[in-house]
């Protein structure tokens, strides 16, 4: 499975971003997928998660009530909304995907994308 992330940029605060995250390879329509991020000097953090059929979301208590995540699994894509963003929120956002359980730790992902940039300024 290879995991292809897009979508970051820089914004101001307030703003919003829509990430995507297409797979290819195989298909991930089985997966949990999940949402990641890192910010300099700091150690890569849980965002967000969804399991295979869509129907049970989890966020991170700092994004909660501004991000969405979704996803499409005729298109093999998941889908990170993100509402009134913060400058805290300026980090590399990785999608992951796992084979087994919808989880919040990354260690328990078993396929990672590059990462896609995203800057908030204030």
């Known amino acids: 499975v290879q995991l292809q992330a897009c979508g970051g940029g820089l914004v101001q605060a307030g703003g919003f971003l829509r990430l995507s995250c297409l797979a290819s390879?195989?298909?991930?329509?089985?997966?949990?997928m999940g949402w990641f991020r890192q910010a300099p000097g700091k150690e890569r953090e849980f965002v967000a998660a969804?399991?295979?059929?869509?129907?049970?979301?989890y966020y991170a208590d700092s994004v909660e009530g501004r991000f969405t995540i979704s996803r499409d699994n005729a298109k093999n894509t998941v889908y990170l909304q993100m509402n009134r963003l913060k400058p805290e929120d300026t980090a590399v956002y990785y999608c992951?995907?796992?084979?087994?359980?919808?989880?919040?730790?990354?260690?328990?992902?078993?396929?990672w994308g590059q990462g896609t940039q995203v800057t908030v300024s204030s």
């Open positions: 992951a995907a796992d084979r087994v359980s919808t989880s919040v730790v990354a260690n328990e992902y078993d396929y």
């Open positions: 390879g195989r298909t991930v329509s089985r997966y949990a």
């Open positions: 969804i399991n295979w059929s869509g129907r049970s979301t």
